[in-house]
């Protein structure tokens, strides 16, 4: 079946724009999340969803960034007033129940690439 | 804090030449530690989830073991294909995000 999808690929955006990252989780996954992956680094967590609760937003870096999941399918993103310490790939992640077995690992998308000039 | 270490930062290995990644990590209450291989311009895709020191788990040429510490990736024989980075990551009790490391950039050559 489908794996999780993430659009746009690629964003360009201008230094003060407003973004919004997508993701389609897997059907029937309960858990989505976003991470944020610098060049070199590992991922990072920014938030998590049970269904259309958003349980865990601590990774969150600033008021900037804000993420929904309305009906508990698929996820937006959103980054306002962009800045260049934003650019960084944006990956989005689904599992079916809790992530910390096997029955239910993380699959992740192929992530946006966010370009901040 | 929870600490995430991955050593070397990059390794070359000859097709067929056999090696360890290594993945040192502090974290309370460990609920599961995590291996995934990311190539280039991809998502992170999942390897294996250990539980408790002792454990073991095998793929193909992939072998993980755990710790109290830490954990390795064994790589048999390994073939150029095998070439990506490999992350680490934990899940600390309470908690239900992943924790990753930096990664292990491996390149095998032909």
């Known amino acids: 079946g489908a794996g999780v999808s993430q659009s746009p690929r690629y964003k360009v955006a201008k230094r003060g724009q407003d973004v919004a990252l997508r993701c389609d989780p897997i059907?029937?996954?309960?858990?989505l999340f976003w991470y944020q992956q610098a060049l070199g680094q590992g991922p990072e967590f920014l938030t998590y969803?049970?269904?259309?609760?958003?349980?865990?937003k601590s990774g969150l870096p600033s008021d900037r960034f804000f993420a929904e999941r309305p009906e508990g399918s698929v996820s937006t993103l959103k980054i306002q007033r962009t800045q260049q310490e934003d650019s960084a790939v944006y990956l989005c992640?689904?599992?079916?129940?809790?992530?910390?077995?096997?029955?239910?690992?993380?699959?992740f998308g192929n992530g946006t690439r966010l370009t901040v000039t | 804090e929870d600490q995430v270490t991955q050593s070397p930062e990059a390794l070359r290995l000859q097709e067929g030449e056999s090696s360890s990644l290594n993945c040192s990590y502090t974290v309370s209450g460990l609920r599961g530690l995590f291996w995934y291989r990311q190539d280039p311009g991809k998502g992170p895709e999942f390897l294996f989830t250990?539980?408790?020191a002792g454990e073991e788990k095998e793929k193909e040429r992939l072998k993980a073991t755990l710790t109290k510490k830490e954990s390795f990736l064994h790589i048999t024989a390994p073939k150029p294909e095998d070439s990506a980075t490999y992350l680490c990551a934990v899940v600390r009790g309470g908690a239900n995000n992943l924790f990753f490391g930096t990664g292990t950039r491996l390149t095998v050559i032909p």
């Open positions: 969803f049970q269904n259309e609760a958003q349980l865990d």
């Open positions: 992640a689904s599992s079916l129940e809790s992530i910390s077995g096997n029955n239910s690992p993380l699959h």
């Open positions: 059907s029937g996954h309960v858990s």
């Open positions: 250990l539980y408790s």
